[in-house]
């Protein structure tokens, strides 16, 4: 019966990469400019016009790309978010990470632009002091780290760096248009080498993430399971967390603050495959990647030549879906 049970798991991963893959030829021909399957078949394959080879190598490929790996790597910190808190209502924005690597990289833009080149760093940097801020606040000296503390300090953290958000937005309100579609989760006008900048740090998280499995196996199995199996869960939650910043800030510096990936697709995935995240995260980060380019493509494709940031369309999709997870109450 497990055999089986680990069979038809391994086949819906494998259903869920088939899915990704035809989604992408999909969305590289969807957009403002609708190009043929077939002509994109063909302009993959180099046989293609040149029309239709600038549409689709320049602009379709990079955009369709970056959804991929961003949306990857927002499913991934907001499931080991869940597993760190044990609720399945945390995620990178509810915690207060994507709020403050925000931040710090709107900082950059407004104050610093001939900087920009900081803006990743400064992000990494936003995101982890955000964590450490909410860490500082759930720690308590007798039983360290309470999953309860974390989710409040964390709706605390948010509100404070959204305040400072909209302080800046204020008084740089001049240089604001630039920042506008960042600020809402754009993945317009990236190019390959957006691509080629996220994507070995992605791999590197990817990869430690799925390092991590067994540790997160056990972290929710209980602290009394955890003890007598030797793990010191307060530096098994340290290290989830710091590797659940780094992916979402990497990803917001990106293109932006994009909400809701981290909350939906792990207890999609939950429902979907179970709980364990030998089989859990595999599709989470697949079933990530799906999701973000779907939205990705509805926003680009639904007003014609008008662009609606994949951001806006996953905060229209998340919002109700995270009042029903609290109508449920969060489980």
Known sequence: MFEGSTRKKSAMIGIAGVVLVLSALFAIGIGSVSVNPIVTLQTLLGNGDDTSAVIIRDIRIPRVILALIVGANLAISGALLQAVVQNPLADPGVTGVSSGAATAALFIMLVMPQSSVLVPVAA?????????????????????????????????VNAIFGGLMG???????????????????????KDMGDVWFILPY?????IFALLCIRKINILRLGEQ????????????????????????????????????????????????????????????????????????????SLFGAIQIPAGIVMAMIGGPYFLYLMRKGGA
Not at 125 to 146: D, E, N
Not at 169 to 189: F, I, K, T
Not at 246 to 274: C, E, K
């Open 225 to 300: 399971t955890a003890h007598n199996l030797g793990q010191n869960m307060n530096h098994v939650r340290l290290i989830l967390s710091v590797l659940a910043v780094f992916l979402a800030a990497i990803s917001v510096s990106m293109v932006g603050l994009v909400g809701f990936v981290g909350l939906v697709v792990p207890h999609i995935s939950r429902l979907l495959i179970g709980s364990d995240f030998r089989f859990s995260l595999p599709f989470s980060i697949l079933l990530g990647a799906i999701m973000l380019l779907i939205a990705d493509m509805i926003g680009r």
């Open 167 to 189: 302080l800046l937005q204020l008084l740089y309100s001049d240089r604001l248009p630039a920042a506008v579609q960042w600020m809402n989760g754009s993945l317009a006008g």
């Open 202 to 206: 992605s791999i590197a998280g990817w």
């Open 124 to 156: 990494i940097a936003g995101g982890l002091i955000a964590a450490a801020m909410v860490y500082a606040m759930a720690w308590q000296r007798s039983i360290g780290f309470q999953p309860v503390r974390i989710i409040l300090s964390g709706v605390a």
